[in-house]
């Protein structure tokens, strides 16, 4: 069962208390290990969305690890949002804030407990590292990672299949679209929040 949530159209007041009732309510449903997603509501995220290969909902994804009972999503952003472009850990009311985005959504794959220590254990490094981001996309490389490579090589790792979700292409250069994610068939979604 997908938990399917929205905001009416009240003040802004009203919408920020209904937003954090929305995160409250969606918490009940997710895990640590869970990749969280989200919809910018900015031109820049508009385009990224625009890189999905077949659904165009979300634009950015990282992962929720719940620390002593909060719950943070790790990210790999770039540009003004983050001019160090060093791995992000976002507390989850601020990552899905409605001012910024439209929603958000969680999937989680089928792995073993094991194999979820493993990617919040391969995330984690990535953030103690200062992983940059990566400008150029290129999955080729482990110095810098774009937010959905970080997901992919970090579940590759930890299931030791690396070859676990094919890429999208464009230009003959191969990349992971944030709908390989959510599209995979070992994904479930777990909850669905929209903000509008």
């Not at 209904?18 to 997710?30: A, G, K, N």
């Not at 969305?49 to 909060?70: D, Q």
């Not at 981001?133 to 030791?160: H, P, Q, R, V, W």
């Amino acid at each position: 069962m997908v938990a399917s949530m929205s905001c009416n159209n009240k003040g802004v007041a009203d919408k920020e208390k209904q937003m954090l009732d929305l995160v409250d309510s969606s918490l009940r449903y997710l895990k640590s290990g869970d990749v969280m997603l989200r919809s910018g509501n900015s031109f820049t995220s508009m385009l990224l969305a625009n890189f999905n290969t077949k659904n165009k909902t979300y634009s950015h994804t990282g992962i929720l690890i719940i620390e002593e009972g909060t719950p943070y999503v790790y990210h790999a952003i770039g540009g003004e949002d983050n001019p160090d472009a060093i791995l992000r850990k976002e507390h989850l009311y601020f990552w899905c804030n409605p001012s910024f985005n439209s929603g958000f959504a969680a999937v989680r794959y089928d792995l073993d407990s094991n194999e979820v220590r493993g990617v919040i254990s391969k995330v984690r490094s990535y953030y103690y590292n200062k992983v940059k981001f990566d400008m150029d996309f290129d999955l080729e490389t482990d110095n810098s990672l774009y937010c959905t490579e970080m997901i992919y090589k970090a579940i590759g790792e930890a299931t030791g299949n690396v070859n676990w979700l094919i890429p999208s292409k464009a230009a003959n250069k191969s990349y992971i679209a944030v709908d390989d994610l959510f599209l995979h068939p070992a994904a479930k979604f777990i909850c669905k929040v929209s903000f509008k």
